[in-house]
């Protein structure tokens, strides 16, 4: 049970995260809807984010959320590169964006995964060329279908048409460009991505469909098929959670996991994130016999709470080692994780 319920607490960690670090990646003409840009994400990718910019940008999580973000981003080459608004102003010039990832990022402490980008918005193309010149160097140009992709040493980008942006790592750019040019390449004819998405609120200010396939199952877990989250920052927080599961039996095990979560509200690591509301305020149904749907709401006060704590985590400095000892770590190297049974709660995310 104590597996099981870890892996569970694991998965919901991993989508919260998300959401906290792509917040701020993505005004209003006729937009296209961060689901409609499906179309041009490669059908392979098992994590899809979208972002509807004007249900998030006003909000105080957002505010809060792109300060913090903003400090964290220096050296993330693209979203840094994003943040700085030189190619664009993504709170003023976007819609709506969607982000994909190569694979499921299911330890946000590890790099990232290959990712790529669609955005919806308004764009001046010599504007975007000249900004990621001056960041990643000089582009090359070659045809792709009917499109013109310009690329650099590590982004390739195209203008799908003149609302919508698509941009890539270049070590994602092949699935990127073969989806872009196929309908039959792209997440739109995956049927795994394209069930979650139909599970989940869309048009919320943040949501995710990801496919669980690829991450590993403790034994004695429920299997699960797939997550499906949304975010509504508009009062606070409010977050819907669908997972899917491959047997009624899972679905019903997974339920009761989450009760039992809602009884453990003493937990050190939610006290000290101010996370604790999220527990508290947990309702657990389940659905169509396989679905299980977690529901929780925060207030804005314990919003700006749990932020502050964030922040102050991210901004405490190093721990100093006493005189004439070296402290433990090696330089640029992520302290070692406290290992389960040695006076901590293990951290699973």
Known sequence: MRLASEFFVKIVR??????????????????????????QVPGSSPLIVGVEMGKVKSTQLFKEGLAFVTRVAKGESLLDFVLSKKAFDFEKDINAVLVAFATAPTNPQAPPPPAMAVVDGTFDPARVKAAIEARYGKTQSRTVGSMEVMSTAGVEFAFVDATTLVITESRYAPPTWKAVADEN???????????????????????????????ATPAGTPQMDGAGISLDLRS????????QFAKAADAV?????????????????????GAKPLVENLVATIHNERVVALTTTMKDAEVRVMLQRLKAMNEAPPPVAPS????????????????PGHGTKADFN
């Open 14 to 39: 991993v989508l919260l995260v998300s959401a906290l670090l792509l917040l701020v990646s993505s005004s209003t003409a006729w937009a296209k809807s961060s689901a409609e840009l499906i179309r």
């Open 236 to 243: 606070g927080l409010a977050v819907d959670f669908r997972s």
């Open 253 to 273: 095990a997974a339920k009761n996991q989450a009760d039992e979560i809602k009884k453990n509200t003493d937990d050190a690591l939610l006290e000290m994130l």
């Open 324 to 339: 004439g000892k070296q402290p433990t770590t090696t330089t640029g190297a992520s302290p070692a994780p406290t290992q």
């Open 185 to 215: 390449a792209s997440a739109l004819k995956n049927a795994s991505i394209v069930g979650l998405m139909a599970l989940t609120d869309t048009t919320r200010g943040i949501w995710f469909a990801m496919s669980t396939a690829s991450i």
